[in-house]
């Protein structure tokens, strides 16, 4: 069974930080890359960071060098540190496993960012 659970959204001003956090079932985190989406109103669900089971990651270029992707083993978790964030990051963020041909979703969490 995939259970992804996210937390740590909310709101935050233009220039603040906030870092969401993924729990993975363990056995999907040790086998799997993990990515964070994100799914503003009005526009298409896209990637904003991945890592895989070993540890590289990347980004979508409008995230690089404010956003990091990590994964902590211990604890089957990855988070997604967000800083210098500006209003057109405000969406629903999401985390995402793909199991083959099949991707397993998290519930989503809401970022605003406004002044």
């Known amino acids: 069974q995939v259970q992804l659970v996210e937390s740590g959204g909310g709101l935050v001003q233009p220039g603040g930080s906030l870092k969401l956090s993924c729990a993975v079932t363990r056995s999907i985190f040790n086998t799997y890359g993990v990515g964070w989406y994100r799914q503003a109103p009005g526009k298409e669900r896209e990637l904003v960071a991945r890592?895989?089971?070993?540890?590289?990651?990347n980004y979508a270029d409008s995230v690089k060098g404010r956003f990091t992707i990590s994964r902590d083993n211990a604890e089957s978790t990855v988070y997604l540190q967000m800083n210098s964030l500006k209003p057109e990051d405000t969406a629903v963020y999401y985390c995402?496993?793909?199991?083959?041909?099949?991707?397993?979703w998290g519930q989503g969490t809401q970022v605003t960012v406004s002044s």
């Open positions: 890592t895989t089971s070993g540890g590289s990651t």
């Open positions: 995402n496993v793909r199991l083959g041909l099949r991707d397993f």
